[in-house]
C-alpha cells in the first residue's frame, strides 16, 4: 500500500493516498510538525514537532513511544535490550540544533549549524563530519537536504552545493585507532539556484531548486520552483532536463517552504509547498507520444507507438489522427500510403477510408495502396475504384488491371464496363489491350488473342506459349507473320508438331513473299524437311531473294535440276545457269558462258581448276588466244596446271600482251619455285629414308624372347622341348613367327636367304629375315 503522510504548520498529521484523498488523520501537537519519517514497510511511523515532542507508533498496532523534550534536543539512539526495555544512547550533543536526520541500514546521517556527520550502529561510531559550505547563508532559511541514495550512499544540498559521499570499508592495514569506515566525496559542484530538496533517479540526481531573479529595477523577486534532472559529474554535472513548477503562492516562498520527496521502487517524486503537492513520475513512452501529438508530430508519434507495442487501440488513434491531419492539409497521396501501416488488417476502418476519399473525390489517391494480399476488402470496393479510373483515366485503369490480382473483383462486370466504353471509341488501344488482359485472366485466350493480334501487341506471342493456343492460331499466320515476321516463323518452325509445315504452306498460299520467309528458314534448319516444297522455291529465290538462289542450288539435292536451269535461263540468271550445267556435265557450255557473257578469264580459270578437265584447259585457251587480257590472265595463273609453254607457242608472233614481261617474270618465278619445292623435297625424302632404315636396323637386331609359351608355326608344339639338357635348334623370324628347324621347308632360290612362309604367303616381301637358336 503506498500513501503520503504529510504534517502541518497546526500540528496535525494527515495520511493520503496517491490520488491525495485523505485516508486518516492524526492529532499530534497545537505547534508545527518538523518532520515526519516512516520505516520500510510502511508499518510505523516517527513524528517530531515544535514543541519538543517525538512520537513513533504503528499504524496498523498500538505498539509506541512518546516522549516530551523541553530543551534542546540531543540526538539519541534508542533501542529495545533482551528485557524489551528501552536503552537510550546519545550520538550528538552541544552544536545546537539538529535540523535534519535521515537513517538507512546501519549508517545514520544528520545535520546542525556545522555540517553533517554520519554514525555507524553497527561499530557504534561516528565515521565522518562534512562540514558546511557556505556559512553565510542562515541554516534555518536554507536548511540542509539529505537522501540515502543506496545503503552507502549519501547525497547532501545545502544552500547551492551538492555533494555525494560514499561510505567505503577501511583496509586492515589502516584500522589502528580508526573507524572501520570511511567516506569519499566522489562528486561535489556549485549550482546556480538554492536547493530544497534532493531525490536519487539511477544514476543521476532530481533536484527541486528556489529560485530568486532580479528584476528590471535590479530587485530580487522569488521565482517559480524548478524541478531539474542532473547528471553528476566528478567536478560538476550536466543539466539533463527542467521543469518550472507553478504552485500557489510561490512569490511569497521561501527556499525553506519546500521539500522533495520521493517513493523508491516506483519512481515517484513529491513535491510539496505551503499550499500544493506535486506529484511528478519519469515520463513513459505514452508521455513521448503524447508531447509528439501536441506538437503535431505525428510520424514520430507513431513510430514510437509502434516500438512501445503496447496498445493498438492508441496506435490506430494515432494513426487516423495523423491520416485526418494529411488529410485536412490536402496531402492526399501522403495519407493514403500512411493507411498502410496503420490500419493494417483493420477492414472495417479501410472500408471506411476508401468512402472517405471517394466523399473528397480522391479515390485513385488510395486505390494503389489497397489490401491485395490474403487479407483483402469486398470485391465492390475494388469495382468502385476501377469504375472511378474507367471515366476519366484510362492509363490509371490499365495499370490497376495489371497490379491487381483478377480474385480482388468480378471479372464479367469489368468487363461489360470496358465493353460499354470501347462502344463510344473502339479504336482505344489502351482499353482494347485491357479488355485482351480480362480476357486472358477470364481463360477467354482465343478472345484475347485476337485483340493483341489486332493490336499488333508485343504479348502477342507469349499468350501463344503460355496457354498453348496453337490450334487457335492455325488460320492466324498471315496476320501474325504481318506482325513480325521473324518471331512468327520462328514460333511456327518451333513447333511444328502443332502446326505442321502443310497447314503453314496452305495458309500462305496466296502470300508468296511471306511463304518464301518461312521454306527458307525451314531449309536453313533441316535441307530435307521441306523436300517436296524444293522446286516451288526456286522461283519464290529466283523473285524475292536471288543472292539465296545460288546458296539453295548448292545445298538442296532435291530441287529438279531441269527446271531451275529453266527458270535461271529466262531470268538470265549467269552465275545460276553456269551451276547448273556444270552440276548436269555441261561443263563446256558452262565455260562458254562464263567466257562470254560474264567476260571474266579469272571466273573461268577458277572454273577449270575447280574442274581439272584437259579439254576444258583446251576450250579456255583457244577461246582466250585473240584476246590479249585473256592471255594476260592465263599466263598469271595457269602455271601450275597447265605448261605455260603450250600457251606461249600459240601466241601470234606480233601480238601486243598487257604486262607480258611481268607474266613471263611470275611464270619463271614460280617455275624456280616449284624446281626448289622439289628439291626440298627430295631432301627429306632421303633423310626421312636414312632415319627409317636405320630405325629398322636398330629394331631388328634386338634379342627375341622365347620361352615354353611359345609354339611352332608349323606343327603347333612348343618351341622349347621338355628337356633343356638335350640339343635343339629354332628359327625365329622378325615378324616374330617361329618354327623348330626341322619343320621348315627347304630354303628359297636365294642362297643363304630364308623367308617366313607365313609372311610369304601374305606378300609381305623381305623383312622375314631368319634368327636362328641353336643349342
Same mark, same amino acid.
Given at each position: ?113 556545522? +555540517?553533517?556527520? &554520519?554514525?555507524?550502529?553497527?561499530? @557504534?561510531? /561516528?565515521?565522518?563530519?562534512? $562540514? !558546511? %559550505?557556505?556559512? #553565510? ?21 545545502? +544552500?547551492?552545493? &551538492?555533494?555525494?559521499?560514499?561510505? @567505503?570499508? /577501511?583496509?586492515?592495514?589502516? $584500522? !589502528? %585507532?580508526?573507524? #572501520? ?30 529560485? @530568486? ?563
Amino acid at each position: 500500500l503506498t500513501f503520503l503522510a504529510l504534517g502541518t504548520h497546526f500540528g496535525k498529521v494527515f495520511l493520503l493516498d496517491i490520488q491525495g484523498n485523505l485516508t486518516q488523520k492524526f492529532e499530534i501537537s497545537p505547534v508545527k510538525i518538523n518532520q515526519i519519517s516512516l520505516d520500510e514497510s510502511g508499518e510505523h511511523m516517527g513524528i517530531c514537532s515544535e514543541d519538543g515532542k517525538v512520537q513513533v507508533f504503528g499504524l496498523y498496532t498500538r505498539e509506541g513511544f512518546h516522549e516530551n523534550f523541553d530543551c534542546p534536543v540531543k540526538l539519541l539512539l534508542y533501542e529495545k535490550n533482551w528485557l524489551n526495555r528501552w536503552k537510550t544512547s546519545t550520538l550528538h550533543e552541544g552544536e545546537g540544533t539538529i535540523t535534519n536526520v535521515q537513517w538507512r541500514a546501519n549508517l545514520i546521517a544528520w545535520a546542525n549549524n556545522m +555540517g553533517v556527520k &554520519i554514525y555507524d550502529i553497527s561499530t @557504534k561510531q /561516528r565515521i565522518t563530519n562534512v $562540514l !558546511r %559550505d557556505n556559512v #553565510s547563508l542562515r541554516p534555518d532559511m536554507y536548511p540542509c537536504s539529505l537522501c540515502w541514495k543506496d545503503n552507502s550512499t549519501l547525497i547532501i544540498g545545502w +544552500g547551492s552545493s &551538492i555533494k555525494i559521499c560514499v561510505v @567505503k570499508e /577501511r583496509g586492515h592495514t589502516e $584500522l !589502528r %585507532d580508526l573507524p #572501520s569506515r570511511y567516506v569519499e566525496i566522489v562528486s561535489a559542484f556549485e549550482t546556480e539556484f538554492f536547493i530544497s530538496g534532493l531525490a536519487p533517479l539511477a544514476d543521476q540526481l532530481v533536484t527541486l531548486y528556489f529560485v @530568486k531573479e532580479n528584476s528590471d529595477h535590479m530587485e530580487e523577486f522569488r521565482a517559480r520552483p524548478c524541478l531539474d534532472i542532473i547528471q553528476p559529474l566528478p567536478e560538476g554535472y550536466e543539466e539533463i532536463s527542467s521543469d518550472a513548477l507553478t504552485v500557489r503562492n510561490f512569490q511569497e516562498n521561501e527556499c525553506r517552504d519546500y521539500r522533495l520527496e520521493h517513493s523508491e521502487g516506483e519512481s515517484l517524486y513529491y513535491i510539496i509547498s505551503p499550499k500544493d503537492i506535486v506529484v511528478a513520475k519519469e515520463r513513459d513512452q505514452d508521455d513521448h507520444i503524447d508531447w509528439l501529438l501536441d506538437k503535431k508530430k505525428y510520424e514520430e508519434a507513431l513510430m514510437a507507438a509502434e516500438i512501445s507495442f503496447k496498445n493498438i487501440k492508441r496506435h490506430e488513434k494515432i494513426g487516423m489522427a495523423y491520416i485526418n491531419h494529411l488529410v485536412e492539409k490536402g496531402d492526399y497521396d501522403t495519407a493514403s500510403r500512411k493507411c498502410q501501416k496503420v490500419l493494417g488488417k483493420n477492414m472495417e476502418l479501410w472500408e471506411n477510408e476508401v468512402y472517405r476519399f471517394k466523399t473528397i473525390g480522391q479515390l485513385k489517391a488510395i486505390s494503389q495502396y489497397l489490401p491485395r494480399g490474403d487479407l483483402r476488402l469486398r470485391p465492390a470496393i475494388y469495382e468502385m475504384i476501377l469504375h472511378e479510373f474507367l471515366k476519366s483515366d484510362y492509363e490509371g485503369f490499365a495499370t490497376l488491371i495489371r497490379e491487381w490480382p483478377g480474385e480482388l473483383y468480378n471479372n464479367m462486370t469489368i468487363v461489360q464496363a470496358v465493353t460499354d466504353h470501347l462502344k463510344k471509341d473502339p479504336m482505344n488501344s489502351t482499353l482494347l489491350t485491357t479488355l485482351a488482359e480480362l480476357y486472358t485472366y477470364d481463360q477467354r485466350y482465343d478472345r484475347a488473342l485476337e485483340i493483341y493480334l489486332r493490336l499488333r501487341h508485343k504479348d502477342v506471342y507469349q499468350l501463344i506459349h503460355k496457354h498453348d493456343l496453337f490450334s487457335s492460331i492455325e488460320d492466324k499466320i498471315v496476320l501474325l507473320m504481318d506482325f513480325d515476321k521473324e518471331k512468327a516463323v520462328d514460333m511456327l518452325l518451333d513447333n511444328e508438331d502443332k502446326i505442321l509445315i502443310d497447314r503453314v504452306v496452305e495458309e500462305l498460299r496466296d502470300r508468296p513473299e511471306l511463304l518464301h520467309i518461312y521454306l527458307h528458314k525451314l531449309f536453313k534448319r533441316d535441307h530435307h524437311k521441306g523436300q517436296r516444297y524444293h522446286e516451288r522455291q526456286i522461283g519464290l529465290y529466283a523473285e524475292y531473294d536471288r543472292p539465296n538462289l545460288l546458296p539453295f542450288l548448292r545445298d538442296s539435292i532435291h530441287c529438279p535440276l531441269e527446271k531451275a536451269l529453266e527458270i535461271c535461263q529466262e531470268r538470265n540468271f549467269v552465275e545460276e545457269t553456269v551451276f547448273l550445267l556444270s552440276r548436269m556435265g555441261n561443263c563446256r557450255r558452262a565455260l562458254q558462258m562464263i567466257m562470254e557473257e560474264l567476260e571474266d578469264v579469272d571466273k573461268a580459270i577458277e572454273f577449270a581448276k575447280e574442274q581439272d578437265d584437259a579439254e576444258l584447259w583446251e576450250d579456255l585457251i583457244s577461246y582466250s588466244i585473240d584476246k590479249p587480257p585473256f592471255i594476260t590472265g592465263l599466263l598469271n595463273n595457269i602455271g601450275t596446271h597447265v605448261d605455260p609453254i603450250l600457251l606461249i607457242h600459240r601466241i601470234k608472233e606480233g601480238m601486243e600482251i598487257p604486262n607480258l614481261r611481268d607474266s613471263l617474270v611470275k611464270i619463271l618465278q614460280d617455275y624456280n619455285l616449284q624446281i626448289l619445292l622439289r628439291e626440298g623435297c627430295k631432301k627429306i625424302l632421303v633423310a626421312d629414308s636414312l632415319s627409317l632404315l636405320q630405325k629398322m636396323h636398330r629394331t631388328q637386331m634386338r634379342g627375341v624372347r622365347v620361352d615354353e609359351e611359345n609354339i611352332c608355326e608349323s606343327c603347333h608344339a612348343s618351341i622349347l622341348p621338355s628337356d633343356m639338357a638335350q640339343n635343339f635348334s629354332v628359327v625365329v623370324f622378325y615378324c616374330r613367327h617361329m618354327f623348330h628347324k626341322e619343320c621348315l621347308p627347304s630354303p628359297g632360290t636365294i642362297p643363304g636367304v630364308q623367308f617366313c612362309n607365313i609372311c610369304s604367303a601374305k606378300r609381305r616381301g623381305p623383312g622375314s629375315g631368319i634368327l636362328e637358336m641353336k643349342k
